[in-house]
Structures are given as C-alpha cells and as structure tokens.
C-alpha cells in the first residue's frame, strides 16, 4: 500500500493537474469541480492529498453520451440556464428584450477550450463561471456594453472560454465567481464582485 504522508514533488502535483484535467475534458467534473480539486493539488504537500481530490474518479477517464447544449436563449421575459449541462465546441447564448443569466460553474465540458457566441439585441446576457477558468472576451456592442468581472486565471493548465459578442442596445457581463460566493444569489455576486473593481482607499 502506498503511503499518503511521501511528500509530494512538482512533478507528482503536475501529474495530478494533468488527471484532472482529462476527467474534465472527459465530462466527469464540473468547470467548478475541477478548479477546486487543481486548487487543492497545487498545494498539496503529501501524495495522500493528491490520491484523494482522484479517489472518485476511474483510472481510465471516459466521457458520457449526453447530448451537449447549443443554444440558450431569452425572448420578452427572464431566463436562467445554470446546471450539469454539457457544452461540447461552441454554443450560443441569445437574449432578445430579454435577460438571460448562462451559469456554466456547473457545466461538463468535452475539449479543452469553450466558444460562446452572445448575441444582445436590447436584451442582457451575464455569464458566470468559477473563477481560475482562463477567460477571453471579444467582439462589439453598440449603446451598450461587454464587461467582465473577477480575477482571471493565470495558469497555462486552465482550460480556456472564448466569449465572442454581437451586442445592439444590449449588455453582457461576465462574472467570474470565486469560492467564497459559491452559492450566493445572482445579486450578491455581481454586488461583491463590483466592489471588489472599485479603487482601494489608500491606507492609513
């Protein structure tokens, strides 16, 4: 048997990451799940800390054969979209007079990177995922606005969403959700992460 109190070297934690990250690509962790466990690993002092945050997954990853979601949309009224829903490539996120709120924290996802195209036409769209996903915004609104929120990831394992915005008359807003507001409303969280962006006072 293996003892758990080794200490763990880079490479072991490297090895961990890497694990996780299949399991990820293969659908059995959520976007979530995944940071918390890479969290766990990259300061992980024992190989027992690295044998545990993988004690639920099988050795050989395997992806599911649910059908992966496309489209998300809001017409004349209020949407959220937020679950275990698998996102496979590309999907769209389309609000029209509408307010859509796309939580992909809990999403499973098949490859390492993530396009959403959002289409805004006076209607609002915010999407929300867990802070240490590698985020990349593009794209135009006009009368409106594309913003995005939080502390981005800085790690080159993180997988990667490309956020692409056609906007008219419309916002889009991305959040990226740390831990410690896993659970909050949709209001407490763009509260917090809002003035989080507010300018510090200066001490003293």
């Known amino acids: ?48 800390q690295l044998t545990r945050i993988q004690a639920d997954l099988p050795h050989a990853p395997a992806g599911g054969n649910r059908k992966a979601a496309r489209f998300s949309s809001a017409l004349l009224g209020h949407v959220a979209r937020r679950g275990r829903m698998r996102v496979r490539g590309w999907c769209a996120a389309i609000s029209v007079f509408g307010d859509l709120d796309f939580d992909l924290r809990e999403a499973v996802i098949e490859g390492t990177q993530i396009g959403v195209t959002v289409l805004a036409f006076v209607g609002n769209v915010d999407i929300y995922v867990p802070e240490g ?56 969280v763009i509260r917090a992460l809002r003035l989080k962006s507010l300018p510090q006072p200066p001490p003293g």
């Open 133 to 188: 996903i590698s985020v990349d915004v593009g794209g135009i609104a006009i009368m409106g606005h594309r913003r995005d929120w939080g502390q981005d990831a800085d790690r080159v394992d993180a997988p990667v969403l490309r956020v692409r915005v056609i906007g008219f008359g419309g916002t889009v807003d991305i959040w990226r959700v740390p831990a410690e507001l896993r659970g909050s409303s949709y209001t407490d």
């Open 1 to 48: 048997m293996e003892d758990g109190s080794i200490r763990a070297s880079d490479a072991d934690r490297d090895q961990a990451v890497a694990t996780l990250r299949e399991h990820l690509v293969a659908g059995r962790l959520t976007l979530e799940e995944f940071t918390d466990r890479v969290g766990v690993a990259l300061s992980a002092r024992e190989t027992g």
